[in-house]
């Protein structure tokens, strides 16, 4: 079946610095890819949505500048967190659409530790 | 808007017990249903989906139901093994787009 594949699985950083998270189609082509926060007992939380080639749609509550988003190819997007602080800790999860059989495709999720 | 419940928030039985798990949500419009399972730290598994169109799916020990005019799913667990535990989700699928709004969850236990 379709996979799809975050980088890193596991990330510690210092506050201030960035991180980008990688998440890629791995055997079809994604029109559409969405990113997900979830934070310890919670569900999951909608941060964007992206689409090939276009900018990133935000949620409501959701910093852009914060949480930089680039769909540069049909089969990788990522995720930049800017400036991190220890509340940007999460775990952050993406899902790809493939349009031919319509369906969400989820990553295995990057957990993200901010010190 | 569109909100999604699920109850129990966390289950624990023992092992061979059938059992079901709820989820209701707000606004009947939606365009599917999915079942999810999260192991702890980890990403999600689908389970099953549930076109609006039907009333329900099966696979292996579990089956979905799906009556959205009371706006509610049940997913039902046969025969229930320790490797079930884990979280399980569900997430309905919007008429108009591809976003889901999900569910927070029951954490289920099975004690061998």
């Known amino acids: 079946g379709a996979v799809v594949s975050q980088h890193p699985s596991w990330v510690i950083c210092k506050s201030g610095t960035s991180v980008k998270i990688e998440c890629r189609s791995l055997d079809f082509q994604a029109t559409t890819m969405f990113w997900y926060r979830q934070f310890p007992k919670q569900s999951l939380m909608l941060m964007a949505t992206?689409?090939?080639?276009?900018?990133?749609?935000?949620e409501q509550g959701v910093e852009k500048d914060k949480f930089l988003i680039n769909h540069a190819s049909l089969t990788l997007s990522t995720l930049t967190v800017t400036s991190a602080h220890p509340e940007d800790s999460s775990f952050y999860i993406c899902?790809?659409?493939?349009?031919?059989?319509?369906?969400?495709?989820f990553g295995p999720g990057t957990r993200l530790l901010v010190l | 808007k569109q909100e999604v419940t699920q109850i129990p928030a966390a289950l624990s039985v023992p092992e061979g017990e059938n059992l079901v798990l709820n989820c209701s949500f707000t606004?009947?419009?939606?365009?599917?249903l999915q079942w999810f399972r999260q192991d702890p730290g980890k990403g999600l598994t689908s389970l099953l989906l549930?076109?609006?169109s039907q009333r329900e799916q099966t696979s292996g020990r579990l089956n979905a139901s799906l009556d959205k005019s009371s706006g509610r799913s049940t997913l039902y667990i046969a025969a229930s093994q320790p490797g079930d535990s884990a979280t399980y989700l569900c997430a309905v699928r919007l008429d108009s787009n591809y976003q889901l709004i999900w569910g927070a969850g029951t954490k289920l236990i099975i004690k061998p």
């Open positions: 606004d009947s419009a939606i365009y599917n």
């Open positions: 899902s790809a659409r493939d349009g031919y059989v319509e369906t969400q495709y």
């Open positions: 992206s689409n090939e080639g276009s900018k990133a749609t935000y």
């Open positions: 549930i076109q609006s």
